[in-house]
């Protein structure tokens, strides 16, 4: 029996993945966490396509709880089945799935240990889509440990009358997480009655929100894609006497990395809503490259395409990521 656990042992080490120089590295940016946190940050870091490059693509589909059913899966009605999203991420080479408490637990055991899961514990609906957003706690850290899952996530709205109460809950809930050995993602969206519509994805904006997530002890933050506005009157004298360069996207997404930081915690950027040009997101992967982001996650873009056609727009978006594609 001691001679055949040896043989399995040293079968498993022989086939286990070794962090890359640039996992290391990452890992060592998070000092404080104990191994647990750090060998699940490695597991993101080291599954799918970009195995080891330090760049994520993962598929993300709580839209289903935000939007709707009809709104997110009509369009491709395979969507309506869980699994599908599962089968859509591994066969994608996707880094991580993400989803909300019901979509994990229908499908999480058929597919365990195959892909990280990431247990969104947080969500809002549209149906009372108040200005002011405070998403229901819908899971636990337990819950996530029940079900495998490599990390918890969480969404923030900074400039919310209510995000004192959404900070305070992350951080406690965060504590939960690293305490039991999980990551902490963090969805740091702005919005707010004080905000224009403008203003959630202007630069000053989603660069603060990064860093308030940065602040609150997550691992992984996801924000949007800024644009060139400035909402905060503030802000813009510091912009403009620093000289601050945000006039391209490549630009923005370097400040926004900056602004986490100092680039020493990982940003990834939200696809957003369909676009019907795969080339505009293929643009976008290319700036967050060239900015030094580190990945993205794509959902509506992805699930809301025919199969066979998200597969290969997955893997175009990955292969600029590795720096196959210009």
């Known amino acids: 029996m001691a001679v055949m656990e040896a043989v399995t042992g040293a079968a498993v080490a022989a086939t286990a993945p070794r962090n890359t120089d640039r996992v290391k590295e990452i890992l060592s940016w998070y000092e404080s966490d104990n191994p647990g946190t750090k060998t699940n940050l490695a597991r993101l870091l080291n599954h799918g396509r970009l195995t080891g490059t330090g760049k994520l693509v993962i598929l993300p589909v709580d839209q289903g709880f935000e939007h709707g059913p009809?709104?997110?899966?009509?369009?491709?009605?395979?969507?309506?089945?869980?699994?599908?999203?599962?089968?859509?991420?591994?066969?994608?080479?996707?880094?991580?799935?993400?989803?909300?408490?019901?979509?994990?637990?229908?499908?999480?055991?058929?597919?365990?240990?195959?892909?990280?899961?990431?247990?969104?514990?947080?969500?809002?609906?549209?149906?009372?889509?108040?200005?002011?957003?405070?998403?229901?706690?819908?899971?636990?850290?337990?819950?996530?440990?029940?079900?495998?899952?490599?990390?918890?996530?969480f969404t923030i709205y900074p400039g919310s009358s209510h995000s004192r109460q959404m900070y305070e809950q992350i951080r406690a809930l965060g504590e939960e997480a690293k305490r039991a050995g999980l990551a902490v993602v963090v969805w740091s969206y702005p919005r707010g009655s004080s905000m224009s519509k403008e203003g959630e994805t202007a630069i000053d904006v989603v660069a603060y929100a990064a860093h308030i997530a940065a602040q609150l002890g997550a691992h992984v933050i996801k924000v949007k894609l800024p644009t060139a506005h400035i909402e905060q009157a503030e802000a813009q004298k510091a912009y403009t006497k620093a000289a601050v360069p945000v006039d391209t996207l490549t630009s923005r997404v370097r400040h926004v990395v900056q602004s986490a930081f100092n680039g020493t915690r990982i940003v990834i950027f939200s696809g957003g809503a369909k676009k019907e040009d795969d080339e505009a997101v293929f643009d976008e992967a290319r700036a967050i490259r060239d900015g030094g982001g580190f990945g993205s996650i794509i959902g509506r873009n992805s699930f809301q395409r025919p199969k066979e056609h998200a597969l290969r727009f997955l893997q175009t978006v990955m292969k600029i990521y590795a720096g196959e594609m210009k």
């Open 70 to 153: 009809a709104r997110s899966f009509a369009s491709n009605p395979a969507g309506y089945d869980p699994n599908y999203h599962f089968e859509l991420a591994l066969a994608a080479g996707c880094n991580a799935y993400a989803a909300p408490l019901g979509f994990l637990e229908a499908a999480a055991a058929r597919h365990a240990g195959e892909i990280p899961l990431i247990l969104k514990l947080n969500n809002h609906d549209v149906l009372h889509d108040e200005k002011d957003p405070l998403s229901a706690v819908t899971g636990s850290v337990q819950d996530a440990m029940r079900l495998g899952c490599v990390a918890i996530g």
